[in-house]
């Protein structure tokens, strides 16, 4: 079996202090710490998961910038068997659609079964490149996935869908499956794992070598601009509900079952 | 005049022959078990322990010979040690009764030694008589454990039974013989004599039958128990003292290298233990030498608090497993198709539910090395990618930002500048006097404070740093910091099995340390404090501050005021500054300095209780039944103590968070030293 994982390399704002850029659409990154996006993680676990059981072999692919090779290492680390890295100034500033036509346009000629994808990106949280990219392959696809197994030529999914549903999905082979928290636990990548694939060559393609121009990727091809970025304003104080433990409980399920919480 | 055995004849064979032919067919059969034995430990990782022979010998006429671990347990020791004397004094009968079996007349060797044996037959039966009710009425907690899944109990009962069996036997070969040649006792011989009493009467046919079948009897199963030994977890006989020679003679509180036969982390082909011959020869005589007695898991605080670790089921399940993996009989299994260790025989949970607090190791009569061998299998499961998700995410900040807690690098020295604007006087600007440094490279101070990462970050481990630096700024020391130049010590992360990012962590501290001039290194962390003592080979010595505390009240540096306060304080021995570095004096000296009421608990010095462990063990959330901090809380208390004093920033946290987890919030408290120092120097003059 032939997978393709596509991950992206995100800055952690977990417990970061976040400060904006002066252009208002950025952010000054000289304390961010990056790392692989926490969904890619399910989706790279999942791929090497599934070779581990049917064999095969597992491609990671990355659109970003020169420094986005750490997550490539990692992924190698974790098991997948290549890397591929797209990159090229003129991939600056694609919006999902030139992202996922810059992957597909890597994708295309190569063997595979099943593509799979971060639900969503912890920096951009838009979750197109996923489906788009289905969509320009032209082949099926299932978003937030949470369970997910590979029988022959099908592939079964149980994803979340609106109003706390859950649903088994199966969907002939190729597809592509976007990864949702739940799907697995990723395994740690040591130290010694990485330094292990410090040595591994990753494939470099650029615009050229994909048959792109400037015109259908970047800012230029971007039908989608960030007109401006902000923390939200600070809300009220908090509100403190006095009385026993039990009593504070039983406030607080009222109040939340009031502001429609369940 | 009694029938020498040597000159009968038994369905046609001779005595020699007779004694000939035992001795031959079990000595064949305990080489070839020896044999079979020893061809496992020669599949193990290589371990070089024949260095200093001299401590060597020392700690095995100490600990081997001496018995010094025994009497931990009175009863159970005493009884261990009747016992082990009176097989060195009875393994000269036993030779000499086998000589009987080839000429009669060997076995007479003196009265006095007569004597000398007959009392220790009776001493090591009476012993043996009382292990056996002791093991099946009184039944004491600690043989039985919880997580055995299979009993090696029965194996005790046939020994001991064999012991008495021997002692019997040669009692009723001795008393025959003296009821038969019908004389008095010649010399003091109260088990023989006893027997020849018990025999008075009898015909001189049946006398005679008694004084051969006593012989034969005792010789057979003397070579039978030397066959038994190796098959039983009673190897120990053998193997104790071999296994205590061997001990581990590097400080306690360092960790083994992954090899010792490669220095180089990326050249080791697989990493830690994962199977059985993964384990060093000695780790393996280890498992052999395990006696079953329980009394590292009895001293666990991972057992005691009910998680799925029990420190003396390692030992038995890695020897049942090597038992079944490399039989006596029958062929061995290749490696590859060996049972899986890791995952299998143990548990993934079992291996994290260990804080390293090493009370086990401290507990065990024969030297079984727990700590080391945690270590390894835990450096297999994370070269396999196998950590608990609770651990990963500190890992991951530690390998990014330092600090476990995913804070920027660039605040670890925040709390100085925060200590200043609150006046709290981390940096006073009395004059004259300097408060705590941030050293930028090229600096000089005295004392290079390492604060690790809990100082650094933790608020409330930041007013102990705060409390440190004031006793320090008091005393008129110099003292500086690295900033934002320190990481984590990486004390725990090698603990944990991430021997990479350790290495990364050390090498980033040491370019620090490298670049800064200083006469020592102090720290508030015994977890650190042991790391930089063991695992960073610096030049300058390091000290806890505990240590400089003491030294510093000593020669009269600081002004300390006489305290006004009647409650009862405890000290609670950190694992990492008592067991792991032997300092249990330092902080005792402090508090004795400071003229506070103090008591001890009963588990203090080198049988302290873990408090649950320390940096990266507060993170990890495991199966427990309760929480180790509570019961050491609940063991001040019943010490009469309203205060524990501790020396370590986790120590701190854990034993805080249990008593408001427990309800004593008001009724005790916890401080640390630095605090209790810092107190008495700003308390109001009477």
Redesign the interface.
């Known amino acids: 079996m032939e997978i393709i994982v596509c991950i992206k390399r995100v800055p952690d704002l977990s417990e970061a202090e976040i400060e904006i850029g002066r252009d208002g659409v950025s952010l000054v990154d000289d304390d961010l710490d990056y790392d692989v996006n926490e969904w890619d993680n399910f989706a790279i676990e999942a791929a090497v998961q599934l070779k581990e059981e049917h064999g095969g072999r597992v491609t990671a692919m990355t659109v970003g910038d020169e420094e986005s090779e750490d997550v490539l290492r990692r992924a190698l680390a974790m098991g997948t068997d290549e890397a591929v890295h797209l990159v090229d100034d003129a991939f600056d500033g694609s919006d999902a659609l030139g992202t996922a036509t810059i992957l597909q346009r890597a994708i295309a000629d190569r063997p595979y079964d099943l593509i799979l994808t971060g639900a969503i990106s912890g920096d951009e949280a838009r979750g197109h490149v996923g489906p788009m990219l289905a969509a320009l392959l032209d082949i099926p696809m299932v978003a937030l996935a949470t369970e997910l197994s590979v029988d022959g030529g099908t592939a079964t999914i149980r994803h979340e869908v609106e109003g706390g549903l859950e649903r088994i999905t199966r969907m002939v082979l190729p597809a592509l499956v976007t990864c949702q928290t739940g799907l697995n636990e990723p395994r740690y990548v040591s130290i010694r794992g990485i330094r292990k694939v410090s040595g591994m060559e990753i494939p470099v393609l650029e615009a050229g070598d994909l048959d792109l121009d400037g015109s259908q990727v970047g800012v230029a091809g971007s039908a989608v601009a960030v007109e401006e970025i902000f923390l939200p304003p600070r809300g009220e104080g908090a509100e403190m509900l006095e009385g026993s433990e039990e009593a504070v409980v039983e406030k607080l399920v009222e109040r939340l079952q009031r502001e429609g919480a369940f | 005049m009694p029938p020498a055995p040597a000159a009968q004849t038994y369905l046609g064979l001779s005595g020699p022959a007779l004694q000939l032919l035992l001795l031959v067919l079990s000595l064949g059969a305990f080489s070839f078990i020896m044999w079979k034995r020893i061809g496992l430990l020669r599949l193990g990782a290589p371990d070089p322990r024949f260095d200093q022979p001299g401590t060597r010998l020392k700690n095995l006429l100490i600990v081997g010979f001496g018995q010094s671990r025994q009497p931990r347990y009175p009863v159970a020791g005493i009884l261990h040690i009747l016992i082990f004397f009176g097989f060195l004094i009875l393994s000269v009968r036993s030779v000499t009764l086998i000589g009987e079996g080839f000429q009669p007349g060997f076995a007479e060797i003196g009265p006095g030694y007569s004597s000398v044996k007959d009392v220790t037959a009776l001493a090591v039966l009476v012993c043996c008589l009382i292990a056996i009710v002791r093991r099946a009425i009184f039944r004491p907690a600690r043989y039985h454990d919880r997580l055995a899944h299979a009993s090696h109990a029965h194996e005790a009962y046939i020994i001991l039974g064999l012991i008495a069996l021997l002692m019997v036997a040669d009692a009723v070969y001795e008393g025959s013989a003296m009821a038969l040649a019908g004389t008095d006792a010649r010399a003091f011989l109260p088990l023989a004599s006893g027997a020849s009493e018990l025999l008075a009467g009898s015909a001189t046919g049946t006398l005679e039958a008694f004084h051969l079948t006593g012989f034969w009897v005792h010789n057979a199963a003397l070579l039978f128990f030397l066959c038994y030994l190796p098959v039983s977890k009673h190897f120990h006989v053998i193997t104790a003292l071999p296994n205590v020679f061997f001990l581990n003679l590097k400080p306690v509180g360092e960790i083994k290298p992954p090899r010792h036969d490669e220095a180089d982390?990326?050249e080791i082909e697989a990493?830690g233990v994962g199977k059985l011959e993964d384990f060093t020869w000695k780790h393996i005589l280890d498992f052999y030498s395990c006696t079953d007695c329980g009394r590292c898991s009895d001293h666990c605080p991972a057992y005691f608090t009910g998680t799925p670790l029990s420190p003396r089921m390692i030992s038995i399940k890695c020897r049942d497993a090597a038992y079944t993996g490399y039989p006596i009989l029958g062929g061995w299994k290749p490696k590859a198709e060996q049972p899986v260790l890791v995952g299998e025989t143990i548990s993934d949970a079992e291996l994290w539910a260990c804080t390293t607090c090493g009370a086990c190791e401290e507990a065990c009569p024969v030297l079984i090395e727990y700590v080391d061998k945690i270590v390894d299998m835990r450096r297999y499961l994370?070269?396999?990618?196998?950590?608990p998700?609770s651990?990963?995410k500190p890992?991951?900040?530690l390998?990014?930002?330092g600090n476990p807690?995913?804070?920027?690098s660039?605040k670890r020295a925040a709390w100085i500048e925060a200590g200043k604007e609150a006046g709290s006087g981390a940096n006073p600007e009395g004059e004259g006097e300097r408060g705590v440094r941030t050293l930028a490279p090229g600096d000089e101070t005295d004392h290079l404070f390492f604060t690790d990462s809990c100082a650094a970050y933790d608020p409330r481990i930041q007013e102990t740093a705060g409390a440190f630096a004031r006793v320090m700024t008091a005393a008129g020391a110099d003292i500086g910091t690295l900033g934002k130049d320190e990481v984590d010590s990486g004390h725990e992360v090698r603990r944990l099995g991430?021997?990479?990012?350790f290495?990364?962590l050390r090498d980033t501290n040491l370019e620090a340390l490298g670049a800064r001039e200083f006469k020592s290194v102090v720290t508030t962390d015994p977890h650190a404090f042991n790391a930089l003592t063991h695992s960073y080979g610096l030049e300058q010595p390091v000290r806890h501050h505990s240590q400089v505390m003491a030294e510093l009240i000593r020669n009269g540096k600081l002004d300390l005021r006489a305290p006004n306060d009647d409650r009862v304080y405890t000290f609670h021995d950190p694992c990492y500054l008592g067991r792991h570095n032997g300092e249990y004096q330092a902080p005792r000296e402090v508090l004795d300095r400071l003229g506070l009421r103090t008591v001890e608990m009963e588990r203090s010095r080198n049988r302290s209780f873990c408090c649950g462990g320390g940096s990266l063990y507060l993170f990890y959330e495991g199966e427990s039944e309760s929480r180790m901090g509570e019961a050491r809380v609940a063991m001040a208390e019943k010490a009469g103590a309203q205060v524990v004093v501790t020396a370590c920033p986790f120590c701190l946290i854990n034993l805080e968070d249990a008593i408001k987890t427990t309800g004593r919030e008001g009724r005790m408290e916890v401080v640390d030293l630095a605090e209790l120092v810092d107190r008495s120097l700003s308390a109001p003059a009477d």
């Open positions: 982390l990326d990493l994370v070269d396999a990618g196998r950590v998700a651990l990963q890992l991951a900040d390998e990014k930002r807690y995913g804070k920027p660039r991430e021997e990479g990012l290495e990364e």
